[in-house]
């Protein structure tokens, strides 16, 4: 990559810190665009009607657009996630950037079924971030044509405090649960091989106009990928707590929700969970010879520093 300029929106968060750390290792200069202040060098600007100065897009050959929220209301995560992504894609139009790269999410299927190819239309949930990402990806081919998007699973590795710190924590309690034997697969993938399919699309000719899955395929089950965080703490048993009693919960749960929320579609999130999954990864392998580098272990393996820095193992 070098000789080229990549811009990466979000670039001090956890996925945007990551892709600019591996598209610098290769050689491109990147520009960091950020919302607040703290990268030397960086354009400060956010996903709002202000967007980013024009000379954070001018010259660039690439714009990696990571920036995006991952809760709050509806009208928050719609605001920034779909008016966000169309401005953001709009103004690298208007300043003649070759390439957009889009990162979406596989929560664009939404959360029925069981098979999940790139051909599927979009079917996002009434949750807000599936809502929302989905709507991200026709603003981004509306205002991008020729838009590449990379539809990542859950992200874990260094930094990853939902998919890694979290799950180690609980396993320290040892008081940890699995619903039924844990058998459900979880769409997960590691944060390094997400920024490795950036840096690929960010420059192969067979990715413009393209959506690829990001995950691990085969995905790991719920109480392998558990398991694999526990061994790091001494403790691989998780208790199971009985299917009815955790969908009982859920339909009481899901009563509570707001509009949008995680807890509105808790009983749909359930039963997605219980299910064998898959997110094949064939479209990646064939038009760009790309898939994941790291398998669940040795993707834990690669995460245990930061967990030990963080004093967690």
Known sequence: MDGITVAVTGASGFLGSAVAEVLGSRGAQVRALVRSEGIPGSFRGDLTENGWPAEAFEGADVLVHCAAALGGPLHHQRRLNRDGTELVARQAARAGVPRLVHISSVAVYGYRGTYFPETLPLNPSSQAYSTTKAEAEVAARREFPGVTIIRPGGIFGPGARFWSAN???????????????????????????????????????????????????????????????????????????????????????????????????????????????????????????????????????????????????
């Not at 192969?204 to 085969?218: K, M, R, V, W, Y």
């Not at 299917?243 to 949008?260: D, F, I, N, P, Q």
Request: contains cysteine; hydrophobic residues 45%.
């Open 167 to 313: 799950v180690v924590k609980r396993a320290k309690r040892r008081l940890a649960f699995n619903i039924g034997r844990g058998d459900g697969t979880l769409p997960v993938v590691f944060v390094d091989d997400v920024a490795d399919l950036v840096a690929t699309t960010s420059t192969h000719p067979a990715a413009i106009g393209e959506s690829f899955n990001c995950c691990l395929d085969p995905a790991p089950t719920w109480r392998e990928y558990q398991r694999a965080y526990g061994n790091l703490v001494g403790s691989g048993g998780w208790i199971p707590l009985p299917v009815s009693l955790a969908k009982l919960s859920a339909a009481v749960v899901s009563k509570l929700g707001s509009e949008g929320s995680t807890r509105s579609v808790i009983d749909e999130l359930l039963r997605y969970a219980l299910r064998q999954k898959q997110f094949p990864m064939d479209k990646a392998r064939s038009l760009l010879g790309w898939e994941p580098r790291f398998d669940l272990e040795g993707a834990v393996a690669a995460t245990a520093p930061w967990l030990r820095a963080q004093g967690l193992i």
